[in-house]
């Protein structure tokens, strides 16, 4: 059974930080890429910026230079620090994974339940 926990949203002022983690757990073979998207209420879910095994970002516009994604391959962990946070970045982020069980054998997409960020003006 794999879960990927996201943690660390909240309400912040504009100007400020936050750093969402996402642990991925279970019976896990091997992870390609992970992401971090977000949805705004009335809005389609976007990509914000991914992250190969490598270390390979890529990043939305909206959040170019402000936002830095990472992982952690051993601890099976990624990270978003979110800097200089607007309101319009106010959504629900959700961690994603592509990953291989020993149960498939193959590549599947994964998410999270998703962590509130709240940006206040």
């Known amino acids: 059974q794999v879960q990927l926990v996201e943690s660390g949203g909240g309400l912040v002022q504009a100007g400020g930080s936050l750093r969402l983690s996402c642990a991925a757990s279970?019976?896990?073979?091997?992870?390609?890429?992970m992401g971090w998207y977000r949805q705004a209420p009335g809005k389609q879910r976007e990509l914000v910026a991914s992250?190969?095994?490598?270390?390979?970002?890529n990043y939305a516009d909206s959040v170019k230079d402000r936002f830095t994604i990472s992982r952690d391959n051993a601890k099976k962990m990624m990270y978003l620090q979110m800097n200089s946070l607007k309101p319009e970045d106010t959504a629900v982020y959700y961690c994603?994974?592509?990953?291989?069980?020993?149960?498939?054998?193959?590549?599947?997409?994964?998410w999270g339940q998703g962590t509130q960020v709240t940006v206040s003006s």
């Open positions: 994603n994974a592509r990953l291989i069980t020993p149960a498939t054998m193959k590549w599947e997409d994964y």
């Open positions: 279970g019976s896990i073979f091997s992870i390609n890429v």
């Open positions: 992250i190969t095994g490598g270390g390979s970002t």
